[in-house]
C-alpha cells in the first residue's frame, strides 16, 4: 500500500516534473527529520503536494538526523552552500538571522495571525521563520496520586503556587511508595535544560539574559530572584526529590512504571504515558511567584540568505501553512498543531481530547528563550550551571561565573548588533 | 652544503610528497591558522569583521592572583567563629565584582585556598574551568603513563610464549582497541550506571549486598578514576603489541646465555630482556602521553566534564569553546598552550631517555 502511494507520487512528480520541465525552477530544501519515517512521509507529502500544485518551482528536500543538523548547517553556511529552504530551531534562529544564514520571510502576515505565538520566529521586528507546530511541558502526575496524597489538582486559573508545590513534592516522598518525588528528566542534556528549567528561573523573576537590552545577564541570572531559584533548585537534590544524574532509561519509562510521584515533560512524550495509566493528568507548571511559565518554539521553516528564489521557498512556506497540514503532524508525531483551528481536526487536541490541555498550556503559559543570537552561548553556559548546582556547587558562586561569561561573549560580539 | 635533502632523490620526494602534501593542508596549515586566530577574537560564524586582539585570549586563559583576607572581627576585635571553630571570612565576591579598589581581581573566581594561622589567602584564577582542565589532564597523564605501559609490559610478557591457544589471549587483549572509542565510552557508561550497573550489580554480588551503590560518572570523586580505568583498559591492548614486538627481537641466544650462568627469572627479566626493550620503552612512554594529553572522546560521551568539572580536560575545552560556544580564538588559544605543554614534555622526556654516554 505504501510501496503504491509512494509510485503514485513520485508518478505526479514526475509528471508535473515532464510537462512543465522548462519553466521550473528547483528549490532545495534542508530538514532535521531524518530517520523519522512518520514525519518524513509527512513531510514528503507537503512536498509533492505543492510541486503538483503550481508549475513554476520544484522542491528538492534532503534530510539530515537531528543531532547532526545544527552543524551542518553552520558547516553548510561557511562553505557559503545552503539550501534555499532550511528548518530551524526556533531559540537558534536569532543567532542564523543574526549570522547572515538567514533571509525575512515574504508570506502574507494574515495567513498566520491566528497561530500559537511560539511559532512566530521574529528577530529585529521582522519575520524569519514560522513554525506548523509547538511544543509544551507539563507536570505530569495520576489523579490516584493526588487523591491518595491529599492534594488538590491545579488549574490553569489557579496553578500550584511554589508551596504547595513543594508540599505535594515532600508528601509524596514521604509516603514512601516513589524512589524519587520528581522526575525532572536530568538525564536529557542539551537543549533540554534551558527549555525545561529556564521557566522555573522566569516564574521566580530572573532571566537567562536581560531582556531590556540584551547586553548583559548582570542582576537577572545572579540577582537575588535568581539565587533564590538556584537555592530551591538546589534543594530539590539535596532534599532527595530528584536526581541530579539520571539513567537515561528511567527518564524514558520511570514515570510509567511507577518510580516517581510527578514527572516534568512535553507533550511529545504524554500519548506513552496515556498508554500506561488510565488517570493521567497534565497540570500546569507551578507559579513561584512571577506567573506560572513554560518554554515555547520548536522546529520553523526559513529562507536562507544565499537563496536566489526566496518568492520561491516563501511560497512553499505559505503553502505548508495549511491546517491539514499542521493536524497531520499533529496526528503522525504528537506535535501541537499551531492553529486552533488546525487542533479541532486532530484526534488528541481536538476540544476534550486526551492532549488538548497542552494547546492552553502553551496558549497561557508559555514564554520564548531570549531573542538574540547569544542565546546559543547563553543556553550552554545556563545548562553547565544548573548542573553544577545540582551537584552541590556554591549557587551565588556559581551563577556569578555564568554571568560573567555570557557576558564576555556579548561584548566579545559587539553586543550582538544590540 | 648538500644535503641529503637535494641531492638526487627526486624518487623520494615523489613517494613521500603525497602524505607531505596532505598532512601540510590537514595538520601544519590548520595550525598555523590556530596561532594566528589566538591573536584574534575570530568567532566561528559571524557578521562582525575579525579583530587583532593581542594576548587577551591567553591572559583570559592563564591570568591568576593571590588575595589574602583577613578574618572578620566583632566590635571588640575577636576573630568570628563558627559553630566549628573555623574564622569566618568576607565574602569574595565583594572583591572580585565590581569592586573599584581591585579592578585587577575583576571576575576572577577562586581555584582553591590556603589557611594560615587565621588568615587565608585564596588563588584566584580567571577561568577556573580552564584550570581544572589543566589539572585533570595532568593527573590522567601521570596515572595513565606509567600503569597502562606497566600493564601492558605485564600481558605481552604473559603471551610471549609458545602455548596452545596463546593466540585467543593475544585476540582477547586486543579486542577493546579495535572497538571504537565511542562506542566503548557507551558500554562503559552502562557498566559505571549509578542504580543498575554492571560494576555496581558485580561489587554488590560479592560483597553480598554490603557494597554501598556508588554513582561512579555521577560523583566528582569517583568520575574521573572511573574515566581512569576504563581508558587504561582500552587501549592497553595497543601498547602490549607494540612490546611484544620488542620482545620478539631480543635475540634468543642472550636468553640462552643467561640460562647457562644460571640466571633467575628476575634476572633474566632485568639484565637481558629490560636492556633490550629500551628504544621500545622510550617510544610506549612517548606514544602514551602524548595519547593521555589528547583524552576527549571518554569525555565528550560519559561526563562532559561533569559533575562539577571533575573531568575536564584541555582538549575537551577546546572543542566545548571552539565549536559549542563558537569561540574559534579561544579554542585556538587552548590548542596552541597544549601543543607547548605536550612538546615541552616530550622533549624532556627525549632528554630524560636519552642513551648516556
Given at each position: ?19 512543465a ?6 528549490l ?9 519515517e ?87 521586528g ?8 509547538d ?63 529556564s ?21 537577572v ?45 512535553g507533550?511529545?512524550?504524554a ?13 500546569p ?8 511559565k ?18 520561491g521557498a ?52 508559555a ?29 551565588q ?20 548588533g544590540? | ?53 593581542g ?22 576585635g575577636?576573630?568570628v ?6 574564622a ?29 594561622g ?42 610471549n ?8 589471549f ?11 572509542i565511542?562506542v ?21 554480588a560479592?560483597?553480598?549486598?554490603t ?29 602490549m ?9 631480543i ?5 640462552e ?26 617510544l ?9 594529553f589528547a ?11 561533569g ?28 590548542s ?22
Amino acid at each position: 500500500m505504501k510501496s503504491l502511494s509512494l509510485l503514485a507520487a513520485s508518478l505526479v512528480c514526475a509528471s508535473a516534473m515532464s510537462s512543465a520541465a522548462f519553466a521550473q525552477t528547483t528549490l532545495t530544501m534542508w530538514y532535521h527529520g531524518a530517520g523519522n519515517e512518520d514525519e518524513s512521509n509527512i513531510i514528503n507529502q507537503i512536498i509533492s503536494d505543492f510541486n503538483a500544485s503550481q508549475s513554476d518551482w520544484v522542491v528538492e528536500i534532503e534530510s539530515f538526523p537531528q543531532a547532526a543538523y545544527n552543524d551542518s548547517v553552520v558547516a553548510g553556511a561557511l562553505a557559503g552552500n545552503l539550501p534555499d529552504i532550511l528548518d530551524v530551531d526556533g531559540p537558534v534562529m536569532p543567532n542564523w538571522a543574526w549570522s547572515g544564514y538567514m533571509q525575512p520571510l515574504q508570506i502574507d502576515e494574515t495567513k498566520i495571525a491566528n497561530y500559537l505565538p511560539g511559532t512566530k520566529g521574529v528577530w529585529n521586528g521582522e519575520l524569519y521563520s514560522i513554525g506548523l507546530w509547538d511544543a509544551a511541558i507539563s507536570l505530569v502526575t495520576r489523579q490516584s496520586y493526588l487523591d491518595e496524597l491529599g492534594l488538590r489538582v491545579p488549574t490553569l486559573e489557579q496553578p500550584w503556587t511554589g508551596e504547595e508545590f513543594m508540599d505535594a513534592l515532600a508528601k509524596a516522598k514521604a509516603s514512601g511508595k516513589f524512589d524519587y518525588a520528581l522526575d525532572l528528566g536530568t538525564a536529557w542534556t542539551g537543549e533540554w535544560y534551558p527549555y525545561a528549567f529556564s521557566p522555573f528561573l522566569q516564574s521566580f523573576g530572573g532571566d537567562i539574559v536581560d531582556r531590556a537590552t540584551y547586553t548583559t545577564a548582570e542582576g537577572v541570572l545572579n540577582g537575588d530572584a535568581a539565587v533564590e531559584f538556584g537555592n530551591w533548585w538546589q534543594g530539590l537534590f539535596t532534599e532527595g526529590y530528584a536526581q541530579a544524574t539520571q539513567d537515561p532509561a528511567d527518564r524514558d519509562n520511570g514515570f510509567n512504571s511507577g518510580k516517581y510521584a510527578f514527572s516534568w515533560n512535553g507533550n511529545w512524550a504524554a500519548l506513552g504515558t496515556l498508554d500506561a495509566y488510565d488517570d493521567v493528568l497534565f497540570l500546569p507548571a507551578p507559579d513561584f511567584g512571577n506567573g506560572p511559565k513554560i518554554g515555547a518554539a520548536s522546529w520553523q521553516f526559513g529562507v536562507s540568505a544565499s537563496s536566489e528564489h526566496p518568492e520561491g521557498a516563501s511560497a512553499f512556506i505559505e503553502f505548508a501553512l495549511q491546517d491539514k497540514y499542521l493536524a497531520e503532524f499533529s496526528n503522525g508525531i504528537g506535535l501541537i498543531p499551531a492553529t486552533a483551528s488546525a487542533a479541532a481536526m486532530t484526534e488528541n487536541y481536538k476540544e476534550g481530547g486526551p492532549l488538548a490541555v497542552f494547546f492552553e498550556l502553551s496558549e497561557a503559559q508559555a514564554l520564548v528563550r531570549p531573542v538574540t543570537p547569544g542565546y546559543v552561548v547563553a543556553a550552554k553556559v545556563f545548562e553547565k550551571a544548573l548542573a553544577d548546582i545540582a551537584n552541590g556547587a556554591d549557587v551565588q558562586d556559581t551563577l556569578d561565573s555564568a554571568v560573567d561569561e555570557i557576558d564576555a561573549d556579548i561584548a566579545k560580539n559587539d553586543n550582538y548588533g544590540f | 652544503m648538500a644535503s641529503k635533502f637535494t641531492r638526487s632523490n627526486s624518487t623520494g620526494w615523489m613517494m613521500a610528497g603525497p602524505a607531505a602534501a596532505l598532512m601540510a593542508l590537514f595538520i601544519v596549515l590548520p595550525f598555523l591558522f590556530a596561532i594566528g586566530f589566538s591573536f584574534t577574537n575570530q568567532r566561528l560564524i559571524s557578521p562582525n569583521p575579525t579583530q587583532f586582539v593581542g594576548l587577551s585570549n591567553y591572559s583570559q586563559l592563564l591570568g591568576m592572583s593571590l588575595l589574602t583576607l583577613e578574618p572578620e572581627k566583632d566590635d571588640a576585635g575577636n576573630v568570628v567563629r563558627e559553630a566549628d571553630g573555623s574564622a569566618t571570612y568576607p565574602a569574595l565576591r565583594g572583591y572580585t565584582r565590581n569592586n573599584a579598589d581591585y579592578p585587577h581581581l575583576d571576575g576572577m573566581r577562586e581555584w582553591f585556598s590556603v589557611t594560615l594561622g587565621d588568615s587565608r589567602t585564596y588563588v584566584l584564577a580567571r577561568d577556573v574551568v580552564f584550570m581544572k582542565a589543566v589539572v585533570n589532564t595532568i593527573i590522567f597523564v601521570l596515572i595513565v603513563a606509567p600503569v597502562q605501559g606497566g600493564l601492558a609490559l605485564v600481558l605481552a610478557l604473559l603471551i610471549n610464549q609458545r602455548l596452545r591457544g596463546i593466540n585467543f589471549f593475544r585476540a582477547i587483549y586486543f579486542m577493546p582497541v579495535v572497538v571504537s572509542i565511542v562506542v566503548v565510552s557507551l558500554l562503559w557508561r552502562f557498566i559505571y550506571d549509578g542504580q543498575s550497573g554492571l560494576l555496581n550489580n558485580l561489587l554488590g554480588a560479592l560483597t553480598f549486598g554490603t557494597f554501598p551503590r556508588i554513582d561512579w560518572l555521577g560523583n566528582p570523586s569517583t568520575a574521573l578514576g572511573a574515566i581512569i580505568a576504563m581508558s587504561i583498559w582500552q587501549a592497553v591492548g595497543f601498547h602490549m603489541v607494540i612490546w611484544l614486538s620488542g620482545l620478539q627481537t631480543i635475540s634468543p641466544s642472550l636468553y640462552e646465555a643467561a640460562a647457562i650462568e644460571g640466571a633467575s627469572k628476575w634476572q633474566t627479566f632485568r639484565y637481558v630482556t629490560w636492556p633490550g626493550l629500551r628504544n621500545t620503552a622510550v617510544l610506549v612512554l612517548i606514544v602514551i602521553t602524548m595519547q593521555a594529553f589528547a583524552l576527549f572522546s571518554q569525555i565528550d560521551v560519559m561526563t562532559s566534564g561533569g559533575p562539577l568539572d571533575s573531568t575536564q580536560t584541555i582538549v575537551f575545552q577546546a572543542v566545548e569553546r571552539g565549536y559549542g560556544k563558537q569561540d574559534i580564538s579561544g579554542g585556538s588559544t587552548i590548542s596552541v598552550i597544549l601543543f607547548v605543554f605536550v612538546l615541552a614534555v616530550s622533549l624532556l622526556q627525549r632528554w630524560l631517555t636519552r642513551e648516556k654516554k
